[in-house]
């Protein structure tokens, strides 16, 4: 298992996170060969930039190797909206979703997933009334399937939706 650097995500590493993004979202099929293309490629960028900007909603880490960033995690912090008995809405913050997990193609199959999603494991746990980790994962995805169950996570089947993987904290 190749050891890398996990950091939380500041600003003066974007220019780096932009490219691997960029690398990652070609890699996954959206190619730049024409304007459309290309716009979505920058979209997805673009959108993926707007969640690492929002720190209160959405925990980082990069994965260093050799000043190179080789992979990224973004959790999402879920909110459950819920009213009191004056029917005034409130937010409820029990779980974390482990929105996305990249790692370069080159470098995959080293570990270093796994490591992003113990980092991922860490920062649930070091949040404050988080209760649950949870990841939706395409039936398709086997890697990913195997990676979560490998931590302890759950399959919850959804006969609509790809499954659902939940890490109650407390055991793990």
Do not use: W
């Not at 060969?33 to 490629?41: D, L, Y």
């Not at 399959?155 to 055991?171: G, N, S, V």
């Amino acid at each position: 298992m190749q050891q890398v650097e996990l950091i939380p995500y500041i600003s003066q590493y974007e220019s780096s996170v932009t490219d691997f993004l960029d690398d990652i979202v070609i890699e996954i099929g959206i190619k730049s060969n024409n304007p459309f293309s290309q716009k979505k490629r920058l979209d997805t960028i673009e959108k993926h930039l707007k969640h690492i900007d929002e720190p209160q909603f959405y925990h980082t880490y990069i994965a260093r190797l050799n000043n190179d960033t080789v992979g990224l995690s973004i959790n999402k912090i879920d909110a459950l909206i819920s009213t009191d008995e004056n029917e005034q809405e409130y937010y409820i913050y029990n779980s974390m979703l482990v929105h996305r997990i990249y790692v370069a193609n080159t470098h995959r199959r080293q570990g270093i997933g796994t490591q992003l999603l113990k980092q991922c494991i860490i920062d649930a746990k070091s949040t404050p009334e988080i209760t649950f980790l949870k990841a939706k994962v395409s039936q398709k995805n086997q890697p990913s399937r195997g990676l979560f169950s490998k931590l302890g996570f759950q399959e919850k089947l959804d006969q609509y939706m790809d499954p659902l993987f939940i890490l109650r904290l407390t055991d793990y």
